[in-house]
């Protein structure tokens, strides 16, 4: 597992995927998905008519497929990787994209 931080070129390729989700699934300007780096991970917000919210963050593992998820959890007010019994859990298979789907199923 890599520590590193992101390159460039995957932060530009996991925008472009939230853009088109964004795009397909979404409804911009008053409902979609941000997505924000620090380090190793990339953090997806949700912002709806104003308000933002986190939703999950993924750790970059070296790979487009290989990416970590860790759900938000409300309750407890932080990122839980061990977390998998939630709504949309079935979508979480590495990707940027089943990640969004996931946290959308989750958190509709």
Known sequence: ?????????????????VEQFNGNAMDPPNDYYAVRFKGRFA?????????????CRL??????????????RYSRN??????????????????VEGALKAVLRAYP
């Open 1 to 17: 597992m890599s520590r590193a931080s992101i390159p460039e070129e995957i932060k530009q390729q996991v925008s472009a995927i």
């Open 59 to 72: 750790e970059y593992r070296g790979g487009m497929e290989k990416w970590g998820f860790a759900i938000y």
């Open 43 to 55: 953090y997806l917000d949700r912002c709806q008519y104003g308000t933002v919210g986190p939703m």
């Open 78 to 95: 932080f990122y839980d990787p061990d977390e998998f019994m939630f709504y949309g859990s079935e979508h979480v298979d590495g990707t």
